[in-house]
């Protein structure tokens, strides 16, 4: 089961992909457009949530939030907590924690994606860090880092990547939303957590699969190359 907001809206094609091809999965899609836990005021996500976990009975939750939690949005003055409350990390760090409760009831383990890495330095590593922290002291949790698979040697935001000696681009041009390129990215990493941990491996040939020409990906289009033979 996948829970997020646009960005894993974007990643879930690819990540379903992935750990359906091996054949022995299924996964069902629950992400939501502006979805962040400090959202709650507005949107009851733990009681959103009951039905779609009675309905699917999941074995694991991936889950990913970020940009509606620690960056300068729409409507941000209705968050809690607000990112520039002094007492950020004890309120975020207890909305983790009902997320955990309701989220593992039924003995569901959890693999929290880190958020990916934003063209302004700062943003995601503060919520990465908090993640990182509770990941460390709760074993119902497992964190999955992608920032890997979004930065340079050095560390730094990655807007495209070599792919057979062409630039294709991880990330659309708000430089937060994502491309095929970066679906496949986050798809890759994040699948191979989960299935290494029920002693699995990748089945080669997912990358192809029809996920690619969901048009999800022609909103902000990313500036593909023409397509390999």
């Known amino acids: 089961m996948v829970i997020g907001d646009s960005v894993t809206y974007e990643i879930e094609p690819g990540l379903t992909a992935a750990l359906q091809h091996t054949g022995l999965v299924v996964s069902a899609n629950r992400t939501q457009m502006g979805f962040g836990l400090s959202q709650w005021p507005i949107f009851h996500w733990w009681e959103i949530w009951e039905p779609f976990l009675e309905e699917v009975r999941p074995e694991a939750v991936v889950v990913q939030t970020g940009i509606w939690d620690v960056q300068a949005v729409h409507g941000g003055e209705r968050r809690r907590p607000r990112p520039e409350d002094p007492d950020w990390e004890a309120q975020f760090a207890f909305l983790v924690g009902v997320a955990l409760d309701v989220l593992t009831a039924d003995g569901a383990h959890v693999y929290w994606l880190t958020m990916l ?13 908090l993640l990182a922290d509770l990941a460390g002291g709760d074993d119902r949790m497992s964190l999955v880092d992608l920032t890997p698979g979004f930065t340079d040697t050095e560390g730094s935001y990655v807007q495209y990547v070599d792919r057979h000696g062409a630039a294709w681009p991880v990330r659309k041009v708000d430089g937060v939303h994502i491309c095929r390129e970066g679906a496949e990215v986050v798809a890759e990493i994040t699948a191979a957590a989960i299935l290494a941990d029920a002693g699995l491996d990748l089945v080669a ?12 990906y022609e909103v902000d289009p990313c500036e593909d190359p023409a397509p390999l033979g």
């Open 117 to 129: 890495p934003s063209p302004e330095a700062g943003q995601s590593e503060r919520l990465n860090r």
């Open 205 to 216: 040939g997912w990358e192809k699969d029809p996920w690619r020409s969901d048009p999800l």
